[in-house]
């Protein structure tokens, strides 16, 4: 579905991405992980297009990206820090995204902000919400548009233990339906019963790309920290 | 009997025009049609009486004291081709007739009314229309020009005379006329001794009211708008010009009121409301100028550096672009007591008077007089502050053109 | 796009600066039309406020704005949208609101007190300094990445179109003071709008007999229609060029 080929980003010296190529599929779940600076998110910019890659191309459905956006609608994307015009109220938010990516074939999901309780919240403006409250607003508005990709950058990273675990529910129930997910981050063991595959990227260069199985085959580790941990050792 | 015979006989010596004299009427109607007639058949002294009408009949010469008197402004039309009235005579008076379409000439200065080589010529209540030269006096004395309306409508300089023209006469008043669209409003060349008052002087192409070498004269109370320039006074001394108003004589280089090579003159009371120029003075000395009012001028005054001892006292300078302009440091002319409105300074004694000088003359006034490019910068905000610097910090500014003592509050003028 | 501007728009009304600069206006402005006894004075005191004030706000307020922004368009590139469409959306949200900020502050007075033609060519050229400093601001936000550096760069710009400009110009007249450079100022007053806008409202002032023979010249050039029209073309050129170099480096910027 989405195919990345020998993709490479620098940042002035900085090489964030270094001819990376991964292949990722419909109905998978796949955590994108590594330290912090390496190219994690930059990987998920490029996808998005808000990164433009010095070189090599993605290509989303057999399309190159570049120069479209059209493939986005097909995307939904939690950044991993959600500001908002700080003047807008939770409501007007979801009302002008509604408004921007509305289109008569495609059934808004809901679900998330019901549960997280954002309907008591509408009246409430950015500005005076907790990082924590961002994220829900962040996180429904990826799943409200009904994507068949979904980019997650530290999903639940300031969440409450409650929101967390809905958010990790409705990323099983998506996937369930066959939807293609990433999730970038750096706390590995939340995604444990999550992921099917697992990238890990180090310095801007891919270092693997395996299913869980596999993974959890090569290190005889099965949880995600230690089978990890016991791949970077070697 | 016989002694009553003698003192008529007496009497009608002293007084030889007005007791005998008889009204001729003549024109439109009356027995003697032509008004030339009128005049050759009338004795000293008598009234020649014009009916009202319209009137083609060449030039009229009046040679023999009498009054030519017009009813109901009976029109008399040059065709384009004649001067209208010529006087020859003294005691002389023309009243009371419309005039117009004098010819045109570049040789001779054809008028409406013309005065030749004469005296106690007056001329009155007239109306002059679209003449080369309105009123014209030449080598006469104490005339008076009054209460007459004359208006031209030319559009270019050459082709238009001056409105009342006045060449080497001596102790003329001319009063009360309203004067527009000519050359010059008023123009006085060796004219000596002569009051110019309450004239209405408005839209003539060159200068409401101009002197050359005309000395000791004097002009009060009149108005002059929207000319080429106000009033030009030239090569001339001892005029004095009080309460007159300069309204509105804008454009490239009008002026309210231009001093050329003048000395010993007065400027009093006079109001400069609009002009670009208030008062232009070059090479004159020993003016005063006194309790005058300037306001929303360009330049209130352009004072060049070729002008000496003149005086500029209790004046108010009210929002004029530039108060002073001058084009050198030199300075011979002193500044006291005026209302400046653009002066910041304060009054810690309370006496009315500033504690500290002001000077009217702008850095950027010195710019432009440098650099007449600069004036593209006019009202940016880098003129200001060079304003200001220089306020604090004078550098470029003529050191001694300031005023010591500038009031605290305008002058009430 | 639509929906972008209402929404640029709806935010930057409520904000409290845009609120302050426009009371500021108001007050200014009608103070400056109370004071003065006449009001074409008014007019002129206005001039310095246009001339200063509004490209200063708009651009130092455009360019906190765009920062500010940063996630939003972050938020909104990630959607299915033009980054063309987003660039010139945010654009037209701040040049609307930034206009009409100046409209209700300054432009509603100036129709109260002068409806003239030197009331309108103020009125007009404001707006279009409006639009054309924001355009400016964007540029300068665009191309840095750092908040401070970038508001420093806006405020040098601004120095530099409101006074070094100036200052230089004046330097290359004395430099140049032996050649006839009348006309050439014209050219020169195009390399700036805040001068072009300066000149533009003081020949409808009819001061032009005080700028003598520059003045003149001016008057041939800006009095005419067709200088006019000249002058209204190069004022939308200064809002084009920057938007469109802006709108280029923004289609390749990364997020």
New interface residues.
Partial sequence: MIITSNVS?N?GKLKALDNVSVTCNKGECIALIGPNGSGKTTLA?TI?????PDSGFITFNGKNILHD?????N?G?M?Q????????TIG?VLD??R???KSRDTQTDEELIETFGLHALVNKRMRTLSGGTRQKVSASLAFLFNPSVLILDEPTAGLDPVASGILKEKIVTEKEKGKLILITSHVLSELDDLVTQVIYMQEGKLRFHKTIEALHADTGENQLTRAIASIMSH | MNKIFLLYFLLSLTIPCCIFAETIKVGNGQAITSIQKGIDTAAPGDTVLVAAGSYRQGNITINKPLVLQGLNYPALDGEQKFELISIHSPYVTVDGFLIRNSGHSSMTDISGIKIYNTHHVTVINNILEENYFGIYSQQSKHCTIENNRISATSIATELSGNGIHCWKSDSLHISNNHVKGHRDGIYLEFVTHSLVEKNTILNNLRYGLHFMFAHYNSYINNLFRNNGAGVAVMYTRHVIMKQNRFEDNWGDAAYGLLLKEISDGTIEGNHFNGNTIGIFADGSSRIEMEKNTFKSNGWAIRLQANCMDVKVEKNNFIGNSFDVGTNGSLVLNTFKNNYWDKYEGYDLNKDQVGDIPFRPVSVYSMIVEKNPPAMMLFRSFITSLLDKTEKILPSLTPEDLKDDYPLMKPLAL | MKKIIKYVIADILRNKIVIAYTAFLLVMSLSVFNLEDNTAKGLLSLLNVILLIVPLVSMVFATIYMYNSAEFIELLVSQPLKRKTIWLSLFAGLALSLSLSFFIGAGIPILLYQPSATGIMMLGTGLLLSVIFVAVAILAAVTTRDKAKGIGKVILLWLYFALLFDGLVLFLLFQFADYPLEKAMVAVSALNPIDLSRILILLQLDVSALMGYTGAIFRNFFGTHLGITLSFLTLTVWCVVPLWISMRKFSSKDL
Avoid: A, T
């Fill in positions: 980003k940042f910019k998005l297009g808000m990164v433009v956006w059209e493939y986005r609608k995307i994307y950044p820090i959600g500001r908002y015009p700080e003047n807008m007007q002008m995204m408004d921007i990516r």
